[in-house]
């Protein structure tokens, strides 16, 4: 079935047949799209708004483009033939550092849900305005491009701060005297954020993205929840937190000197 893609006529433009430079600073998305129409009309209103734009038709044809271009984001319908968008996402969370908005059927909630799941970190339903894809790639090249560098240790490490120490590999937080804390799967992704930009603010938004839960950012006080509950947990005032501080009208950051063992 093939879903309209909602274009004012007088927005359409014309198609730079010439191509675009790699050495153009503007960023580079890749739209993958089965249907030709979508996929054409989508690179014209992006190219007509600054952006640089490359097309495949399916995720094989993504995938070449991905081993010789760097791109900024990867716009990625769902429903395609072969290889579909929730593989590919799932893929590209695995193996590159490249944001991923995907594109979903109306009634396909299963598969936004999933696709947020597993890493995507925006959605959009088809059909749908230019204008809304536009801001969400703006919006979502805003925080991915403002986020603090991490000093994440290796996959089987652990991190050292104040009197607590975080298991890397069994997901696991020890006090000092070697008693285990359970952490759910949000505090344990909350906590290692933190961990691995010590004394830097994450905004609320950093912290969804960080902890792969924009499926809750509709919900404003998510995040909040979580520094509470992992509060709890750690402080040793949770009314008066030492170790994740509150910045106010910024967001949070974790006031401790944090070592790698």
């Known amino acids: 079935m093939l879903h309209v893609f909602v274009l004012e ?8 047949a010439m191509g675009q430079s790699e050495n153009d600073p503007s960023p580079h998305i890749l739209v993958v799209d089965d249907h030709r129409e979508i996929r054409e009309l989508v690179a014209q209103y992006l190219k007509r708004h600054g952006l640089r734009v490359s097309v495949a038709a399916d995720v094989a044809a993504a995938r070449r483009l991905m081993r010789t271009h760097a791109f900024d984001l990867v716009v990625l319908d769902i429903m395609m033939p072969g290889e579909d ?25 299963t598969d936004r849900v999933v696709g947020l799941e597993i890493g995507a970190d925006d959605y959009l339903t088809k059909p749908f305005n230019p204008r809304e894809l536009l801001a969400r790639i703006k919006a979502v090249l805003r925080r991915t491009r403002a986020m603090p560098p991490s000093r994440e240790p290796d996959a089987g490490g652990t991190l050292a701060f104040d009197r607590w120490v975080l298991h890397i590999d069994r997901r696991e937080l020890a ?26 603010v994450l905004t609320r938004d950093q912290l969804l993205d960080l902890t792969k839960g924009r499926a809750a950012a509709a919900f404003d006080r998510s995040i909040d929840n979580q520094v509470s509950r992992l509060r709890r947990k750690i402080e ?3 009314k008066d937190p030492k170790i994740i501080q509150t910045v106010w009208g910024g967001g949070y950051k974790l006031a401790a000197k944090v070592t790698s063992r």
């Open 175 to 200: 006090d000092e005297a070697g008693v285990a804390v359970a952490l759910s799967t949000g505090e344990f992704l909350l906590l290692s954020a933190l961990l691995a930009r010590p004394n830097m």
């Open 236 to 238: 040793v005032n949770p």
């Open 85 to 109: 968008g929730l593989a590919y996402c799932r893929y590209l969370r695995d193996n590159a550092d490249v944001p991923v908005i995907l594109l979903t059927a109306l009634a396909e909630e």
């Open 9 to 16: 006529p007088r927005l359409w433009g014309h198609i730079d």
